[in-house]
């Protein structure tokens, strides 16, 4: 069965608002957005927030790439995905003092709220602001249509003090590596349900294994397995705490170099 168009009438808006989404920020956010309202070929992805303790709901493999970016980065302290720009009445004006046409529901006719993919709450110091993110292929850039959009987009978040910007694949590209690093251990930031007694473990061990790796010219998997062995851990333990470790950057691996059990750990010089 086809999905809906993406985007929200402001009758569906006004619904959901009843039931207390699309407010909040941390765990208490929710999306007034669904992924599952995405067009039919996009790819839906729900992944657990280190730092909103909720789950997220990521509309493609990009959106993905970015949220794990976001995960990792220390001047992050917030992530709201799918957020709707609800001043509807303002995109509307907005994209008559443009000329454009504003996105409007195919059946119905009737305007849409638009969305950005990200709402970032960054610190600096004891400066804190928001930053909001658009992530798309750099090929959609082509597309008059789209310009036009993101032009709509661009001057709601101007009008509102706010830093607008787009992310594409090219951009995301350059930081494949660490991508792919963060999506290998993003699980791990939590292991209590992975490692019996795991807090007072890691407690334990964390100073121990750091020295172990540091020293050892063995590959990942050979020294956690050794590891698992001296120290009387279920087979698996040590690799789990490992990955633990890095995910709550405890262990200061290189990220800028491929994360491979089969191979040495590489540190940070």
Not at 84 to 105: C, E, S, V
Not at 210 to 230: G, V, Y
């Amino acid at each position: 069965m086809a999905r809906k168009k993406a985007g929200l009438t402001s009758s569906q808006i006004e619904k959901r608002f009843d039931k207390e989404q699309g407010i909040g920020t941390g765990k208490d956010y929710k999306s007034l957005y669904h992924t599952r309202e995405t067009p039919l070929k996009t790819t839906n992805i729900k992944k657990p927030g280190w730092k909103t303790k909720r789950q997220h709901e990521l509309w493609s493999y990009l959106t993905c790439m970015c949220f794990y970016l976001a995960e990792w980065s220390n001047s992050i302290t917030d992530i709201r995905e799918n957020y709707l720009l609800l001043d509807l009445a303002d995109t509307q004006q907005i994209a008559k003092f443009l000329g454009i046409n504003h996105p409007y529901d195919p059946h119905t006719r009737e305007p849409i709220a638009m969305k950005t993919d990200f709402v970032f709450t960054v610190q600096k110091g004891f400066e804190v602001n928001l930053e909001a993110r658009t992530v798309m292929p750099a090929n959609n850039l082509n597309d008059i249509r789209t310009i036009e959009t993101l032009e709509i987009e661009r001057i709601y978040w101007a009008r509102r003090k706010t830093s607008w910007g787009i992310i594409t694949d090219r951009e995301l590209e350059l930081h494949k590596v660490l991508i792919k690093n963060i999506e290998l251990i993003h699980a791990y930031k939590d292991i209590t349900d992975r490692v019996t007694s795991a807090s007072e473990k890691i407690n334990k061990i964390a100073v121990l294994l750091t020295e172990e790796l540091r020293a050892s010219q063995d590959p990942l998997n050979k020294s956690a397995l050794n590891m698992d062995s001296i120290y009387g851990f279920n087979q698996g333990d040590c690799l789990a705490i490992i990955k633990h470790l890095i995910a709550n950057k405890r262990l200061p691996v290189d990220m800028t170099k491929p994360f491979n059990p089969d191979k040495k750990l590489l540190f940070m010089k």
